[in-house]
């Protein structure tokens, strides 16, 4: 596959639970981004990573949310003390690293919080 | 801060009719603009973007976009759509310079009926 992934592609919990979705790049991209699309809106920001610095984490609602990327590749995004207003599809994009290039979107993990 | 305003949320057209989505964004600074289209089931995928140059952007599948940078404007056209452009489509732009995030519109879901 050379597109971007996304596990799992479906996540339920329970409210107060701890979470994690994981993004694997498109491989040789540099830059890697989450976004979070709740129902009948457009992917809002979260947090932007440059090789496996967060170059940009303005995006994170609260500090319930936190991304990691050691090796520069694959992404894990965490959720702590989920709640149901965390429920969405979270979605992850890659790049080359270069500015004004396309962002290229996973499937997105649909998750929801009972 | 970036806003990108998508005003029509619904459009319904017939097979061959001509499509033109609106999309105006709000921003101090020289920008980059992308509309990105989400088939049915499937993942977003970018149409067509606008870098530098020649206004008029022509993209994928017979779509069309024009950057009117006096009205902040980047409509998405299209002279004759198929059933098989029912889809969302999203609007979205970033800096060109300086933050990459992209901010997105709350997308347009058209329905072509045959």
């Known amino acids: 596959g050379a597109g971007v992934s996304q596990t799992p592609s479906n996540k339920v919990t329970e409210k107060g639970k701890y979470v994690e979705l994981r993004c694997d790049p498109i491989?040789?991209?540099?830059?890697l981004y989450w976004y979070r699309q709740s129902l009948g809106q457009g992917p809002e920001f979260l947090i932007y990573?440059?090789?496996?610095?967060?170059?940009?984490d303005s995006g994170l609602p609260n500090d319930r949310f936190f991304a990691v990327r050691p090796e520069g590749s694959v992404s894990t995004l965490k959720i702590q003390r989920t709640e149901r207003g965390d429920s969405a599809v979270y979605l992850c994009?890659?790049?080359?690293?270069?500015?004004?290039?396309?962002?290229?979107f996973g499937p997105g993990t649909r998750l929801l919080v009972l | 801060a970036q806003s990108v305003s998508q005003h029509n949320h619904h459009v319904i057209l017939s097979e061959a009719a001509s499509l033109e989505l609106g999309c105006n964004y709000s921003?101090?600074?020289?920008?980059?603009l992308f509309w990105y289209v989400q088939y049915p089931g499937q993942h977003l995928q970018l149409l067509l973007k606008?870098?530098?140059?020649?206004?008029l952007v022509k993209g994928i599948k017979g779509f069309e976009a024009e950057f009117i940078k006096s009205k902040f404007s980047f409509n998405l056209r299209k002279p004759s759509v198929q059933w098989s452009d029912t889809a969302e489509y999203f609007c979205?732009?970033?800096?060109?310079?300086?933050?990459?995030?992209?901010?997105f519109g709350s997308g347009t879901r058209l329905q072509v009926q045959p």
């Open positions: 994009a890659s790049s080359a690293g270069v500015q004004g290039e396309t962002q290229y």
């Open positions: 491989s040789g991209h540099t830059a």
């Open positions: 990573f440059q090789g496996t610095g967060a170059a940009d």
């Open positions: 921003y101090g600074g020289t920008v980059n």
């Open positions: 606008y870098f530098s140059g020649d206004p």
């Open positions: 979205a732009v970033n800096a060109r310079t300086g933050r990459r995030a992209l901010t």
